[in-house]
């Protein structure tokens, strides 16, 4: 089992930062991709960046140029940079761990709220 824990939502004005966390434990062996998703009220939930054991990075097209995922795997950590925020970035949060076959971990989502 893959425990994963998220941090560092709140509310921001449009044109406003935020970094989120996801801390990993238990059996993080053999996670081959990380990522985080977002579920904006009355809409289904949707990938928003994922990294790779390999370093390498994807974003859907809504956030691209606007947020950076990376990670530290000393802290076993991954964040998402979000600057550039829009009142349309407003969901829940997920932080996901992906062990290949099926194997998904999720965190238990954070609020993120931008206001116009």
């Known amino acids: 089992q893959v425990q994963l824990v998220e941090s560092g939502g709140g509310s921001v004005q449009a044109g406003g930062s935020l970094r989120l966390s996801c801390a990993a434990s238990g059996s993080i062996l053999g996670i081959n991709a990380m990522g985080w998703y977002r579920q904006p009220p009355g809409k289904q939930r949707e990938q928003v960046a994922v990294?790779?054991?390999?370093?390498?990075?994807s974003y859907a097209a809504s956030v691209q140029g606007r947020f950076t995922i990376s990670r530290d795997t000393a802290k076993n950590t991954m964040y998402l940079q979000m600057n550039g925020l829009k009142p349309e970035d407003t969901a829940v949060y997920y932080c996901?761990?992906?062990?290949?076959?099926?194997?998904?971990?999720w965190g238990q989502g954070i609020q993120v709220t931008v206001s116009s």
């Open positions: 990294i790779h054991s390999t370093g390498g990075t």
């Open positions: 996901v761990a992906d062990k290949g076959h099926r194997d998904l971990y």
